[in-house]
């Protein structure tokens, strides 16, 4: 009930309504309603989609999803538009490229919280591993990786990899 207390209408949708519920909180959180009235428009052409991607870093297809539910653009529009993409080829590979992010103030956080020695005594609260600590603050200190359990995966290098 929480989770639809927005909506417009009931989810219709082959997807279960918990992965559509799931799509729409993420989408809500990585691009606010005001900036998509800000922003796009029913008239706004698939290149103008590439400078919200840039800011933030969502891919051109789940911005005009995201239009399309808020009522931005018409499903017609949508529709036009995802020929285009694909036309394109910009389904698999959109020519704006988005930097990595980079956990600017989880760092600064710990020491506020945690003083001196801020990821030994996080890793103790929350139980977990100092090196995920080091690796979520980039840390460069981090060299014993033996200590975390499971494999570790580097987004960026698969990202290198299926792009050749």
Known sequence: ????????????????????????????????????????????????????????GMSVSA?????????????????????????????TNEPVEVADERPLLLRQALHRVYGRQAVARASHVVGVAPAWIHRWTHDERTADTTATTGNVIDLSAARRRSRR
């Open 63 to 91: 911005i005009m999803r995201r239009a399309r539910e808020l009522g931005v653009i018409s499903a017609q529009r949508y529709r036009s538009l995802s020929i285009q993409l694909s036309s394109q080829g910009w389904r």
């Open 1 to 56: 009930m929480i989770a639809d207390r927005d909506l417009a209408g009931p989810i219709r949708s082959t997807r279960s309504p918990e992965e559509q519920r799931a799509f729409h909180f993420a989408g809500a959180f990585l691009l606010p309603a005001s900036i998509v009235q800000q922003r796009i428009t029913e008239s706004l052409n698939l290149h103008g989609y590439l400078p919200v991607k840039a800011d933030y």
